[in-house]
Structure formats: structure tokens, C-alpha cells
């Protein structure tokens, strides 16, 4: 089993900046892609932004040149530094990491979410 852990979300000002982590642990042979998603109340989770082991990334349109996902693939930990937030921006953020676990099954887990609100 595979779980994953979020943190780093908050309350911050438009305009500012935070840094979400997360962080996969447990029975993990390899791992192909972290990611992050969002989902405002009374919508649809959307994804963020992507990082696959091979250090490739996709962002939504909405977070380019905002976000920037990074990734650790020796601690299978992802960060998103978020910057120039928006009131828009405020949702609970997921992690989701997807791979291939120690007994050889594919995994797709999802953290518990942070919450990050963007307001004056």
C-alpha cells in the first residue's frame, strides 16, 4: 500500500506566494508520475500540474507561468511553488502519485488534500 501526504497549503494574499509538498511512502518499486489536482467547492477536480520520472511537466493553462512542479525522485516527494496566487486559485489541493508498487501492482493513491485560500 501506497499512501501520500500533502502540506503546505494555507491562507495567503492575491498576489503571494505558497510552496505545497507531498510526499510518497510504503511499497514502491518505481514510480511513473506525481501530480497535483484541485478542486473548488462545487466543482469538478481538475488537474494542475504533472511530473513524470522523467522530469517531463504539464501545467494547466490557467497555472503557467504561476506554478512551477518539481520533484525528488530518490524521496518520491513533489513540491508546487505557487506564485502571483489568485482569489480563483483557492481550492483543496490532492497529490496523486502513480506507479508500480513492491509486489509488482500498479498503484494510483491520492493524498488527503490541503486546503489553500487566496484572499485579502
Known amino acids: 500500500q501506497v499512501q501520500v501526504v500533502e502540506s503546505g497549503g494555507g491562507l495567503v494574499q492575491p498576489g503571494g506566494s505558497l510552496r505545497l509538498s507531498c510526499a510518497a511512502s510504503?511499497?514502491?518499486?518505481?514510480?511513473?508520475?506525481m501530480g497535483w489536482c484541485r478542486q473548488a467547492p462545487g466543482k469538478q477536480r481538475d488537474v494542475v500540474a504533472l511530473i513524470s520520472s522523467a522530469r517531463s511537466t504539464n501545467y494547466a493553462d490557467s497555472v503557467k507561468g504561476r506554478f512551477i512542479i518539481s520533484g525528488d525522485n530518490a524521496k518520491n516527494t513533489v513540491y508546487l511553488q505557487m506564485n502571483s496566487l489568485k482569489p480563483e486559485d483557492t481550492a483543496v489541493y490532492y497529490c496523486n502519485a502513480v506507479g508500480l508498487s513492491g509486489v509488482g501492482i500498479r498503484f494510483n493513491s491520492w493524498g488527503q488534500g490541503t486546503q489553500v485560500t487566496v484572499s485579502s
Open positions: 510504503g511499497s514502491i518499486f518505481s514510480m511513473n508520475a
